[in-house]
């Protein structure tokens, strides 16, 4: 009985061992989860689909969804996503939205729409949207990037080059671009004249 009992210490320190050795790695692994999350440059938002009082309400988030709209993270906890969404989602269209992402074919949702921040200012967000479990429950991930900036700068460069157009048109100047790295040549329709 004696050397049984010391097997079985030998595989309960073993087992203790391995026990705080899957500890640690886990711990580790969290951190570096953790870290990811709470460092990268997107808001990341889950979501309940199914809430029909508050649809989308938020469940979780990360702190840069938090200082992108500037409230605090117990101001956004339990709110519905429309508090920050400009163009509301009621909550049968949430649960559309649920419905869609559930089939294997249209398992990812991404688009652009515009969230308001806590001081009233107007912010272009590309979001990615998947359905995930957590906890045996089902939630919406949404990743968000403000490309506020982006789309300001798209817009810009499309009313310049409008303008562009324009004056070519109204001159009768004949002229040519000719970029000599690719070696193309572009002349004008007054160039060709």
Not at 31 to 54: C, G, Q, S, Y
Not at 96 to 121: F, M, Q, T
Not at 137 to 149: G, I, K, N, S, Y
Not at 161 to 170: D, H, I, K
């Amino acid at each position: 009985h004696v050397i049984q009992i010391r097997r079985t210490r030998a595989r309960l320190a073993e087992i203790e061992l391995r026990v705080k050795e899957r500890t640690e790695e886990l711990a580790a692994a969290m951190a570096r989860f953790e870290a990811v999350v709470t460092n990268t440059p997107a808001a990341i938002l889950l979501m309940d689909p199914h809430d029909k009082i508050t649809p989308g309400r938020i469940v979780d988030c990360n702190e840069t969804a938090c200082r992108m709209h500037g409230y605090r993270r117990e101001e956004l906890i339990g709110q519905s996503i429309n508090l920050i969404r400009i163009e509301t989602i009621s909550p049968d269209e949430f649960e559309v939205i649920a419905s869609e992402l559930r089939l294997k074919s249209k398992s990812k949702r991404n688009g652009i729409c515009r969230h308001r921040c806590k001081d009233g200012s107007v912010l272009n967000i590309e979001f990615y949207s998947t359905l995930v479990q957590i906890d045996g429950r089902e939630c919406v991930l949404a990743v968000d990037l403000d490309v506020t900036d982006r789309i300001r700068t798209e817009t810009a460069l499309r009313r310049n080059e409008e303008f562009q157009r324009l004056v070519l048109r109204a001159t009768n100047d004949g002229i040519f671009d000719w970029d000599i790295v690719s070696d193309q040549f572009v002349l004008s329709a007054h160039g060709w004249q």
